[in-house]
């Protein structure tokens, strides 16, 4: 059985302007009606879910005590849309992804708030068979190092058999020609692949045979962590374009990590930055990078590395993220590392400042729009 969630170990500037530009043209209510008229496998599939994640806080048990990893986080993926996230290394991405598969393993847990996924409820509250069902089937997923996690003792597709079995798939033929084909469109020789075991296959092959097994069900939501960490950048923009194509094609709603600002701009829609556990900026995806608000965004983006033109041009953000032992647990998060910070920054959790589907958390932007309501007064 492929990457059974309660085995998994958890383990450029110009690239990004290009690729806004080309996103801005795709429509979503297409790709919501196609999803609506497609006969799927799944009988009870009724076109993309909308996801609404509310205040939700995750911790893990460490010898200090249990620390968040995720802290009060509000968070909507709206029905045929790809949300993004992106943050540094510890920022609570997975931790937050995991949650939207009810997935957390200790010595984490979810601690507070829910998860509403249409059509499935809150999956926070998910137990047992309920929960195994609502993976695989409603929820596709990719693992952080899902490179790492297929079977090496059976054959790929020996493992799509299994998994097709476990959740009760009649027509395993058509899984295996669903399977061929995914393989297919990302370059590879399908019954090959399906014939070989994890050692035969490249780290690049093995993190591509994962999204197969996040969309061969046919699930309504896809969930991929780092999904294209393994792959060189043309391979990579390649399998970008496949997930985008197969996203509009089946109608889905789809959550992307990544650390790349790039990729994110290629695909995604929505984009939501986090740091220190928290949600601080999140909106459209060209909005948010075409003009960010938050000083962490306007950080990340000074620090994505140039191509051509002055090279020395990017900054990249002074100090170090926290880590679970050292995140503030009043006030802003990023504080430390912030050159707007104020007094109130010591003490306060940010506002969360909304403009339209845009919100930010930070106390400068919020000071700064409620003199600009003044002036305008
Ligand atoms: N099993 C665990 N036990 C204790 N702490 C954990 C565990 N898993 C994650 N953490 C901590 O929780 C915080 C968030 O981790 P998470 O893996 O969600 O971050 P991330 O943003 O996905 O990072 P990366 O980009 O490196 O994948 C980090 O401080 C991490 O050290
Ligand atoms: S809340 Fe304060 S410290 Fe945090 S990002 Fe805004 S200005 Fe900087
Ligand atoms: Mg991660």
């Not at 992804?97 to 979810?110: E, F, K, T, W």
């Not at 194509?245 to 695909?267: N, Q």
């Not at 910070?341 to 506002?351: A, F, L, Q, S, W």
């Amino acid at each position: 059985m492929f990457v059974p969630a309660e085995k998994v170990s958890m383990t450029l500037g110009e690239r990004l302007s290009a690729a806004v530009g080309v996103r801005s043209d795709r429509s979503v209510e297409a790709a919501r009606n196609r999803g609506a008229a497609e006969g799927t496998r799944d009988a009870d599939r009724s076109g993309p879910p909308g996801v609404r994640v509310r205040d939700l806080s995750v911790v893990y048990r460490t010898a200090a005590g249990e620390l968040p990893a995720v802290s009060g986080i509000d968070l909507d993926l709206p029905p045929g849309t790809i949300t993004g996230v992106v943050g540094e290394s510890g920022s609570g991405k997975s931790t937050l992804a995991l949650s939207l598969l009810n997935a957390v393993q200790p010595p984490g847990r979810i601690r507070s708030g829910s998860v509403e996924i249409d059509g499935l409820g809150d999956v926070t509250r998910l137990r047992g068979e309920d929960l195994r069902r609502a993976r695989g089937r409603h929820i596709g997923y990719v693992f952080q190092a899902a490179q790492n996690s297929l079977n090496p003792l059976k054959t790929v597709g020996k493992q799509l058999l299994d998994l097709g079995r476990s959740h009760e798939i009649r027509d395993l033929r058509g899984l295996v020609r669903d399977a061929k084909d995914l393989l297919g469109r990302m370059g590879m020789d399908g019954a090959r692949v399906l014939d070989s075991h994890q050692h035969e296959l490249s780290g690049g092959m093995r993190q591509r045979v994962g999204i197969m097994f996040a969309l061969v069900l046919n699930a309504h939501l896809v969930v991929l962590d780092e999904p294209t960490t393994a792959l060189d950048m043309i391979t990579q923009a390649t399998i970008l374009r496949i997930v985008r194509e197969v996203h509009e094609e089946r109608g889905l709603t789809t959550f992307i990590i990544t650390h790349d600002l790039g990729v994110v701009a290629e695909v995604a829609d929505r984009l939501a930055i986090m740091y220190g556990g928290r949600v601080v900026e999140q909106g459209p995806t060209t909005e948010v990078l075409g003009a960010p608000r938050h000083p962490y965004t306007q950080g990340l983006i000074r620090a994505i590395p140039r191509l051509v033109g002055d090279l020395g041009e990017a900054r990249a953000l002074p100090g170090r993220p926290p880590t679970l032992g050292t995140v503030p647990s009043r006030g802003c998060v990023f504080r430390e590392r912030c050159d707007l910070r104020m007094d109130v920054c010591e003490t306060e959790e940010p506002p969360t400042v909304p403009y339209g589907e845009w919100i930010v958390a930070c106390h400068a932007v919020a000071a700064r729009d409620a003199e600009t309501r003044e002036e305008k007064a």
